[in-house]
């Protein structure tokens, strides 16, 4: 059953702590008016948002029941897998489930064009042009054959807001978690962060 990530995680409310971190940072007597007071809360607010992002960990917002794929798996049971779920990308795992790669739509699409495509209608128009499906180019290969590697991945312990530097720094949808031996035990996409992002803001 999946798990609903609001019954995981909560959202942070001011603290007491928060407010008197925020007052301490207000240099002279503090007259509570209506300006100081907005003052107050933003600095409280910038407390509770900092202690959340260091709170919540890649364990707290990823989705347990990973697709993945071994280094052999042959192409097109990477591709059906991926359309049977829906999903942009998988981790490509040894036996031990220790994470050696990952598999994006990308990473077809460059082994099967000339140039990296733009969009998908750059696809079309090649195929159109070579008048043929240039998937056949890659019917024999394996999954090991495409990987990029090695991997970017996060331990399950790694802070919110390390995830989405991960993510902006390697301009990436998706971090495969690794326990402390490697071993895949989770993964996180931008609509995680997303979500955990709005339930903070939200409650």
């Not at 995981?8 to 971190?21: F, G, L, T």
């Not at 128009?125 to 019917?139: H, R, V």
Request: glycine fraction near 4%; include cysteine; proline fraction near 3%.
């Amino acid at each position: 059953m999946p798990v609903n990530h609001e019954e995981r995680i909560k959202a942070p409310e001011i603290s007491d702590e928060d407010v008197y971190e925020a007052m301490k940072e207000i240099d002279g007597y503090l007259d509570i008016s209506l300006s100081d007071f907005r003052e107050l809360y933003l600095k409280a607010y910038g407390h509770a948002i900092h202690r959340y992002e260091h709170s919540v960990k890649a364990s707290d917002i990823m989705t347990r029941e990973v697709i993945s794929v071994g280094r052999d798996t042959c192409l097109i049971e990477v591709a059906k897998l991926m359309a049977k779920f829906d999903v942009s990308g998988v981790p490509v795992v040894a036996q031990d489930m220790t994470i050696i790669g990952v598999i994006s739509e990308k990473d077809f699409l460059r082994r099967m064009v000339t140039s990296l495509p733009q969009n998908f209608m750059s696809v079309i128009s090649e195929c159109l042009g070579n008048k043929g499906c240039l998937s056949s180019t890659i019917n024999a290969e394996k999954a090991g054959d495409i990987m990029a590697y090695p991997a970017i991945s996060c331990h399950a312990e790694t802070p919110l807001f390390r995830l989405s530097a991960l993510m902006n720094i390697h301009k990436i949808n998706r971090l495969p978690v690794t326990d402390e031996k490697n071993r895949l035990v989770g993964i996180i996409s931008r609509t995680d962060l997303v979500r955990a992002y709005t339930l903070r803001t939200n409650q």
